[in-house]
């Protein structure tokens, strides 16, 4: 089968690179991207660049759009009473593409394989977790999907729209003998796209349309950007469609503008530090960092956040900051400097050691940082080594735990509040616990909402995150480009839905 494969899909690469387009070259949507996409199996892949591409040319059970879960290969679904089975009855018309002329029909096998992948150890799945409570897989018939759990999980049709649940036909997996998802030849997906030609050296790739679809986008070129790249140049003089910008930058470019709060700006603390190891000590620096209330920021010019989370962040169709409401940590109503020396004294020390506060250098936020060291200096006495460094390098970093105290830009990678404080379980007690309940899934959404607060509240009163601000993003792209969706989330662009006016 693999053969025929083969041949089918050089077959069509021939016919598709030399077809014309009747909208001509502006059917091209072409972007730049600062990595490019390496895996394009779904069970596997993670990075941002790849679950853009793999958006594009897969289609899921479900799918999350403007803000909403909707249906996708799935035709109609029920849940049992007990909330614990799920039947999915599939559409019909869902295919991999072979060619023009040969498709394969998608099954309900295909998405029992998927998640099977994903529950099976050698995979090495990171969405395991994310599924781990499945308790049964079966297909009754070709379209028909019937999941067990083994306890309730109000987020369940959401962990459905990930690529984790992106089909997998068996056969052709078994076929590409561990290379799935890694060349054109050993990619098969079912979306209206389909990857068409991946350079060598891993420059630029190219995705086409195959569902013959005469309005819509015919071509997504990815190109591979440097670090001297002017993103905002390029998009002037058309060489890119569409590109994410900050606010200095959006409101000088035109197009259509796409404006969405999912930048955080945070300062974290490393409880693992010795200096650092007491939450009095922490709490004393982080009075100076929390909302920016002490920091001597220009509050009416900031986004000030009292929380790691963002608006963008949904549970119960709502933004979480709304439903969490205002929580302030003990620490803004205590004297900084007797908290301090309550701190040093729990980790029997008379003054801290010097630590290194990484500043992201190409924030515009760093300036507070920096007033913020010398309000360390001027009311704690404190004198700490500062590293300007880009905001990427200072991520990977915190990572893999290689910081004192850092101040970050993140944007999460989900709207699911539960999601995000997976990658806090590390901090251990009560916080763990909360995040361990979440991670199950057994809780009801009253249940759920109180952990996502107990485990959000201590975070921040332990001062390990210190949330100061948040800013807005935007994605900005050419006019005659309509329903082009971007999902905050990963920053991905999503132009299955897309057309050319």
């Known amino acids: 089968m693999k053969k025929k494969f083969l041949a089918l899909l050089a077959a069509a ?15 091209t949507y072409t972007i730049s991207l600062g990595e490019m996409p390496k895996n394009f199996d779904p069970q596997v892949a993670s990075s941002e660049s790849e679950l853009m591409v793999l958006a594009n040319i897969y289609d899921g059970l479900f799918e999350y759009r403007g803000g909403q879960i909707v249906p996708d290969v799935c035709e109609s679904y029920t849940v049992s009473a007990d909330g614990l089975t799920y039947t999915f009855v599939l559409r019909s018309d869902s295919t991999f593409f072979l060619s023009k002329k040969e498709q394969i029909t998608v099954t309900s096998h295909d998405f029992a394989f998927a998640l099977e992948r994903v529950l099976d150890s050698r995979t090495h799945s990171p969405y395991y977790r994310d599924f781990s409570h499945i308790d049964s897989i079966s297909t009754p018939d070709s379209s028909t999907l019937v999941i067990k759990l083994k306890h309730q999980d109000s987020s369940f049709l959401y962990r459905l729209c990930s690529p984790a649940a992106y089909p997998c036909n068996k056969e052709f997996f078994t076929n590409t003998n561990g290379a799935y998802g890694l060349r054109v030849n050993d990619i098969l997906s079912n979306g209206p796209y389909t990857i068409n030609y991946l350079a060598d050296d891993g420059s630029y790739a190219t995705i086409i349309r195959i569902d013959g679809n005469e309005k819509a986008i015919s071509r997504i070129r990815i190109s591979l950007a440097d670090s001297e790249t002017d993103i905002a140049a390029e998009y002037k003089e058309d060489r890119i469609s569409g590109f994410f910008a900050d606010s200095s930058i959006a409101g000088d470019i035109s197009g259509t ?7 955080n700006f945070n300062m974290l603390l490393n409880p693992y530090v010795k200096s650092l190891g007491s939450k009095y000590t922490r709490g004393a620096l982080a009075k100076y960092a929390f909302a920016m209330e002490n920091s001597g920021a220009n509050l009416a010019a900031v986004n000030q956040s009292r929380s790691f989370f963002n608006s963008s962040v949904i549970f119960l169709g709502r933004p979480v900051t709304e439903l969490l409401g205002s929580f302030t940590p003990s620490y803004m109503e205590k004297n900084a400097k007797p908290l301090l020396q309550e701190g040093l004294a729990a980790q029997e020390m008379t003054q801290m050691d010097t630590l290194t506060v990484l500043i992201p250098s190409d924030v515009s936020y760093r300036v507070v940082a920096e007033n913020i060291n010398q309000l360390w200096q001027k009311e704690l006495g404190l004198f700490f080594t500062l590293e300007f460094i880009p905001n990427s390098e200072i991520a990977a970093r915190v990572s893999e735990g290689d910081f004192d105290i850092a101040f970050l830009s993140s944007k999460p990678l989900s709207s699911n509040p539960a999601d995000i404080l997976k990658q806090y379980r590390g901090f251990g007690g009560d916080i763990a616990t909360h995040i361990g309940m979440l991670e199950q899934g057994y809780l009801s959404d009253e249940e759920a909402l109180e952990a996502i607060e107990c485990a959000h509240n201590d975070i ?15 994605y900005i792209h050419k006019d005659y480009f309509e329903g082009v969706e971007i999902n905050p989330f990963g920053s991905i662009v999503n132009l299955k839905h897309a057309t050319v006016k």
């Open 13 to 27: 690469s021939c016919i598709i690179m030399t077809a014309c387009s009747s909208a001509g070259a502006i059917s």
């Open 460 to 474: 921040m009163e332990a001062a390990y995150i210190v949330p100061m601000c948040t800013d807005t993003s935007h």
């Open 257 to 263: 503008v796409f404006s969405y709060e999912n930048q």
